[in-house]
């Protein structure tokens, strides 16, 4: 077997790797279910659309930490509730208790932190980072593959340059986890990656491990004005459509003849496997999303917009995870509610293009006045330092309307729905016994435009520390730079 | 009808709330910064008459007949001004025909001036005004991304005033600033490299300054030939004669050290916009009286030119005695986050009262209409606003907003989309509502 393997890197056969998902990456050794299709695996991972998710794989390994108990603090959790006076424990770079009274346990470094405010670290679902780096010279603008309409083949993560600066001062704003999207150019931009903020060598050190990939589609203006100027489609909004629903006939097609191929090795005798159908990256993405392996992330402004995009995905049998931008959530608010689709968003932004016009404050706390998943984003590398602020504004904004969110309410929105909307939420997003011990200790109340992230932890390691120099990470880039060594 | 009732019905047909500047108002039990010589009343009363400040202490006796707004122990600043912006004069971004900003040509840059261009109509005045702004400072600009454009401008023209009060000409005074962009960009656009942009700004005031002496003779041709259109000479005679600063964007250490030279040299006035590196030579700056317009948060390298760029470059200009203005954002659709823009500043180090003074009496004393607006002293103009905590705050709100004396209407094109959509599903289409 192993020598046919090697004549023809493609065969391996179904019954070598059977059940690989339980073994140590598929070695081949353990052979369950032989004649299972779903098994079927080729010996060369670049090969076969199955072994997607083992490509690129994360090599993120927690920083060192010690067991740390933040006492007195206000604490919100990030699942709806406000603590007043609570502990929080980090163990093994873990959460291992929250709430009033905890006990601290013997030999833990405990922070003082009366007046001081907890939440968990803070989740931005759409970020440049690394593919749009400081300084923002063409050198560095690796986020739109603006080639194609279609380029659901790229990856987001072969673009993060892991020094951009940009980490540092997100990390200084409490971001522990973010997603990179590609840009917006393409009606499919290509795949995201959701990172940990850890100052690292590599983007595989940062890959957040077990994070599902997204998928950026793009709505609107950016694609047919991008596509419409050089003469070809989509040069309409009805060109997108178009564009989109012929890649998911495209898409569906390629995934019946994995199926078949697959099926039909595994029934045939040794002597009669056929040949696999060849890897296509981009229908391989499309595909991904088709089986709810990997998350739509849609790029859209206008109500109407949305509301079409949601028939598309019903007219393939996938789903929309969130919409971004989404400047006219509040229009279909109840409509996303009922769909559950989460809806990124800013509180400030609006009037930069056509299909922004009618962005309102109020946008993210209508979303969630109707029960919906409301997400701020920043989409900025300036925004991204104070996605707790943004909260603030479009909190005040709801509460304006009369509304009434609470300050419990408004921290999901840059906590735990945004780690649901990547696919996180059972490892991170929240404080709770179990979780990723992901935290922010606030100076004063993070609503306030005052208050500063004094220590970042991720995993349970100081990551950042506002008073100790020795937990501020600076890039390689920054190095050395003029400017740099009289900076507090 | 009567003109008046012309006026009244005009006014209740496009919904207009009718302006009442001859009101006299008395703002009562409130905690007041002047930002003036009175600085803060822990509770006094704003007393407007005929749209200018009469009164303002903790013992202001109240007319009969005024109309009180209690302030129930809420918290009044002067207007707030938008230094830098695009307000008025920009409607869409990515539409060009929508905005009057960068308009400036390789003959009229100089003579570029926005206040052709000021909308009384647009919608961003009144989204803005409800974030506190009562005053502006609309600038040009040259945006980099223009291809189409011509390459070579060296000013991107001048800056006009604008209140955002009640009438149709919210123009107060233009030429109040020539705007000119230095560093990586003003290289990009004039040669390539700053020693062709640092030389043709030279050579420019040089020729202003020889067409200001021999202006009778130009039409007879009895001048040295200039390479500036006489549009642009004229438009430069304000600027030598030391009456209209320049507005000059530019961030590395050593450029804001030549422009300070060029400044000396040259003999003319200088405001620095940006300034992502001002704190490396704050010192220089402070000694050279220039004022900054900074936006407290650029600190991430964004060009080789602003690799010092810092959270606290706001607060140690102050330190060193540096006139600052805080900027919102240059887009006038975010003007409003000129107060968050300055609480941050508050954040990383700037003492409270500089920092509203970056937003209110700084900006109008630099850019010409200190004795107008800026601060709460009696006999100037009647902006203010009345807040329900501390103005730098999001979670903040505006309660009052008044500009010359006119108590402004608290809705914006936005609040109606809101209150349009705030209940779902619609029993009818919401654009019947």
């Known amino acids: 077997m192993r020598q046919f393997a090697s004549a023809a890197p493609w065969l391996l056969s179904a019954a070598l790797l059977a059940g690989c998902a339980s073994t140590d990456g598929g070695k081949g050794e353990a052979v369950k279910g032989g004649g299972d299709p779903a098994s079927v695996r080729l010996a060369a991972k670049g090969l076969d659309p199955a072994a997607s998710s083992e490509s690129f794989p994360s090599t993120y390994r927690p920083m060192p930490s010690v067991t740390t108990a933040i006492v007195g603090a206000r604490l919100l959790t990030g699942t709806g509730e406000e603590i007043e006076d609570g502990t929080i424990v980090l163990e093994g770079g873990r959460i291992t208790a929250v709430g009033r009274g905890v006990p601290v346990p013997a030999g833990a470094t405990v922070i003082e932190a009366r007046g001081k405010w907890v939440t968990p670290g803070l989740i931005d679902a759409h970020s440049h980072l690394g593919v749009y780096a400081s300084p923002s010279v063409a050198a560095h603008s690796d986020g739109n593959e603006m080639t194609d309409p279609n380029t659901a083949n790229v990856w987001a993560e072969h673009s993060v340059w892991p020094q951009d600066p940009g980490f540092t001062r997100a990390l200084a704003g409490g971001v522990t986890s973010l997603q990179v999207l590609p840009g917006s150019a393409n009606l499919f931009g290509g795949r995201t990656v959701v990172l940990k903020n850890v100052p690292a060598r590599t983007m595989q050190d940062m890959k957040f491990p077990g994070a599902p990939q997204g998928l950026k589609m793009a709505c609107g203006e950016n694609p047919k004005r991008l596509y419409g100027g050089k003469g070809r489609s989509p040069a309409t909004r009805m060109g997108n459509v178009a564009g989109y629903r012929k890649a998911w006939i495209d898409a569906a097609d390629y995934q019946r003849k994995w199926d078949e191929w697959r099926k039909k090795y595994a029934a045939a005798t040794d002597d009669k496997k056929p040949d696999p159908p060849k890897r296509d990256l981009a229908l391989d993405t499309l595909a991904g999303v088709l089986r709810g392996e990997i998350l739509v992330q849609n790029h859209c402004y206008r109500a109407d917009e949305m509301a079409m995009m949601l028939d598309v995905a019903r007219e393939f049998g996938y789903r929309i995870t969130m919409f971004h931008h989404a400047s006219e959530a509040y229009k279909i608010a109840d409509v996303l509610a009922r769909e559950d689709i989460c809806v990124a968003t800013w509180a400030e932004w609006w009037g930069f293009k056509m299909e922004a016009f009618d962005g309102i404050e109020e946008n993210p706390a209508l979303v969630h006045a109707k029960g919906g998943c409301t997400v701020i984003h920043s989409d900025d590398e300036t925004i991204i330092q104070r996605l707790n602020q943004e909260a603030a504004t479009a909190m005040a904004a709801g509460n304006r309307l009369g509304l009434n969110i609470t300050r419990a309410d408004a921290i999901k929105w840059v906590t735990a729905n945004p780690a649901k909307a990547i696919g996180v939420l059972d490892k991170t997003g929240t404080l709770e016994a179990g979780k990723m011990a992901d935290v922010v200790l606030w100076s004063a109340d993070p609503f306030s435009v005052y208050a500063v992230a004094e220590k970042v932890f991720i995993d349970g390691a100081v990551a950042y520390d506002r008073a100790d120099r020795r937990f501020q990470p600076q890039t390689d880039f920054e190095l050395g730079q003029p400017g740099k060594e009289s900076r507090r | ?433």
């Open chain 2, 1 to 433: 009808m009567s003109p008046i009732a012309r006026i009244l019905a005009l006014a209740l047909m496009t919904g207009i709330a009718f302006p009442a500047a001859a009101e006299t108002v008395a703002v009562t039990n409130a905690r007041i910064h002047t930002m003036g010589p009175a600085g803060e009343i822990g509770r006094g009363t704003v007393l407007i008459r005929d749209g200018k400040l009469a009164a303002v202490g903790a013992d202001v006796a109240i007319p009969a007949g005024a109309r009180v707004v209690d302030a129930a122990g809420g918290v009044v600043t002067p207007g707030l001004v938008a230094a830098d912006t695009t307000l008025s004069v920009a409607e869409v971004n990515s539409l060009h025909a929508t905005n009057d900003h960068d308009g400036a040509v390789e003959h009229l840059s100089a003579a570029f001036d926005v206040k052709y261009g000021i909308n009384p109509n647009s919608t961003l005045i009144p989204v803005a005004r409800l974030g506190g702004i009562t005053r502006a400072v609309v600038t040009p600009d040259i945006e980099e991304d223009r291809d189409e454009r011509p390459k070579e401008r060296l000013f991107a023209g001048q800056a006009a005033t604008i209140h955002l009060g009640p009438g149709e000409d919210l123009l107060m005074a233009s030429g109040v600033g020539m705007v000119v962009h230095l560093g990586e960009a003003g290289a990009g656009m004039v040669g390539g490299a700053r020693g062709t942009s640092f030389a043709a700004l030279k050579a420019a005031l040089d020729e202003g300054r020889h067409y200001a002496l021999n202006r009778a003779r130009y039409d007879y041709g009895h001048t040295r030939p200039y390479r500036l259109s006489r549009e642009d000479l004229e438009a430069l005679v304000p600027v030598v004669e030391g009456r209209m600063p320049l507005l000059v964007h530019v961030h590395r250490a050593a450029d804001i050290r030549q422009v300070l030279k060029l400044a000396r040299e040259d003999q003319v006035k200088v405001v620095l916009l940006d300034a992502e590196e001002g704190w490396m030579v704050a010192s220089e700056i402070a000694k050279a009286r220039v004022p900054v317009v900074v936006n407290p948060l650029s600190n991430l390298p964004a060009r080789f030119e602003t690799l010092g760029a810092t959270l606290e470059n706001a607060a140690r200009l102050h330190e060193a005695g540096v006139t600052i203005i805080i900027e919102g954002s240059r887009t006038g659709h975010f003007a409003r986050q000129v107060r968050y823009n300055a609480g941050n500043a508050v954040a990383h180090g700037l003492p409270w009262k500089a920092a509203l003074e970056a937003i209110t009496i700084n900006p109008a004393r630099v850019f010409g209409f200190g004795a107008r607006a800026g601060s709460l002293e009696p006999g100037k103009e009647a902006d203010l606003v009345v807040w329900d905590g501390d103005p730098l705050e999001p979670l903040t709100q505006p309660r009052q907003i008044f500009v010359k004396g006119t108590e402004m209407p608290m809705d914006s094109r936005a609040r109606q989309l809101a209150k349009r959509y705030r209940d779902l599903p619609p029993d009818q289409p919401p654009a019947y509502r």
